[in-house]
Every structure is written in C-alpha cells, then in structure tokens.
C-alpha cells in the first residue's frame, strides 16, 4: 500500500506565494507520474500540474507561467512552487500518483487526502 501526505497549504494574499510539498510513503515498489489536482467549493476536481519519472512537466493553461511543479524522486516527493497567487487559485489541493507496491504487481492510482489553499486580502 501506498500512502501520499500532502502539506504546505495555508492562507496567502493576492500575488503571494506558497509551495506544497507530497510524500509518498509505504510499501513502494515504483511511482510513475506525481501530481497535483485541485478543487474549489462547488466544482469538480480539476487537474493542475503533473510530473513525470524522468521529469517531464505538463500544467493546466490556468497556471502555466505562474505554478512549477518538481519532484524529488530519491524522496519519493512532488512539490508545486505556486507564484502570483489569485483568489480563484483557492481550492483544495490533492496530490496523485501512479505507483505499484513491492507486494504487487499492479499499478494503482493513489490519492493524498488534500490541503486547503486560500488566496485572500
């Protein structure tokens, strides 16, 4: 099993800056793509930035120029350095992977359990 444990999340003004931090952690195998998802109250789940192995990036139009995701694949970690925050960048933010753990042969696609960003004056 594996487990993803976001943090990093917390209140920021217009123009400010934030950077999430995910861990994943368990009985790892291999992961393959990180990333990150957000979702605002009363909308969908909407993808933000993913990451691969070998470090190719890709980024929903709404961020590009503004978020940069990395990972640090000795530390099983992604991170999402988010710059010129707006208020409509709120939302919370899950990470996802694509990972298999020793005991399997499976590749399963995981999910943190979030953290809430709130961009506010």
């Known amino acids: 099993q594996v487990q993803l444990v976001e943090s990093g999340g917390g209140l920021v003004q217009p123009g400010g800056s934030l950077r999430l931090s995910c861990a994943a952690s368990g009985s790892i195998f291999s992961i393959n793509a990180m990333g990150w998802y957000r979702q605002a109250p009363g909308k969908e789940r909407e993808f933000v930035a993913r990451a691969g192995p070998t470090g190719t990036t890709n980024y929903a139009d709404s961020v590009k120029g503004r978020f940069i995701i990395s990972r640090d694949n000795a530390k099983n970690t992604v991170y999402l350095q988010m710059n010129s925050l707006k208020p409509e960048d709120t939302a919370v933010y899950y990470c996802?992977?694509?990972?298999?753990?020793?005991?399997?042969?499976?590749?399963?696609?995981?999910w943190g359990q979030g953290t809430q960003v709130t961009v506010s004056s």
């Open positions: 996802d992977a694509d990972a298999r753990s020793i005991k399997s042969s499976i590749w399963y696609h995981y």
